[in-house]
Nanobody, 122 residues
């Protein structure tokens, strides 16, 4: 059974930091690219950051560059999102995503966590 379980969300003051974790099980974690998305009230879900399965290359949405860091620990089947200098506009539900494309079968696999709330407010 595939599971992605996010944790680490909460209430933080502007300028503060949080580290989100996403623990994966039920699939070969190291073969999947891992991403963090977020969705604020009344807005569409947006991509925050991606880390590749091979090489651990990373990419960020422009508004997160320099403030957020995505990392993964394949030994622990966990992906992290370190968020610094948080702003009220970072308030959202943050979701973990696992993605893999199988060229041999032309099949893609996508798994989602249930989300964790991050609220940035004084």
């Amino acid at each position: 059974q595939v599971q992605l379980v996010e944790s680490g969300g909460g209430l933080v003051q502007p300028g503060g930091s949080l580290r989100l974790s996403c623990a994966a099980s039920g699939f070969t974690f190291s073969s999947y690219a891992m991403s963090w998305y977020r969705q604020a009230p009344g807005k569409e879900r947006e991509l925050v950051a991606v880390i590749t399965s091979v090489g651990g290359r990373t990419k960020y949405a422009d508004s997160m560059k320099g403030r957020f860091t995505i990392s993964r620990d394949n030994a622990k089947n966990t992906v992290y999102l370190r968020m610094n200098s948080l702003k009220p506009e970072d308030t959202a539900v943050y979701y973990c995503n696992a993605h893999m494309g199988d060229l041999a079968t032309m099949t893609t696999y996508d798994y989602w966590g249930q989300g964790t709330q991050v609220t940035v407010s004084s």
